[in-house]
């Protein structure tokens, strides 16, 4: 069975959503205010988003060339 590459992505988001559950279950770190907690997820989702939904491929032309009539 041959490996797949990672799927860095993936790993980043499950690291990022498992530091903010620690953060959570912890009550906060020092003097980070936790009313900032539900903006930055959310900014960061939508990064992660914008980061996910483009293209990481040049399109292919897979059109036939139209035919010269003679």
Known sequence: MSRHPADLLSLVAGLLVLALGLLLLSGGVGD????????????????VIVVAARPNRAPVDDAP?????S
Not at 32 to 47: D, H, K, Q, R, S
Not at 65 to 69: M, Y
Request: charged content about 20%; cysteine-free; overall charge negative.
């Open 65 to 69: 060339a139209p035919k010269e009539e």
């Open 32 to 47: 980070i205010p936790m009313e900032w907690v539900g903006p930055a997820v959310a900014i960061g989702l939508g990064v």
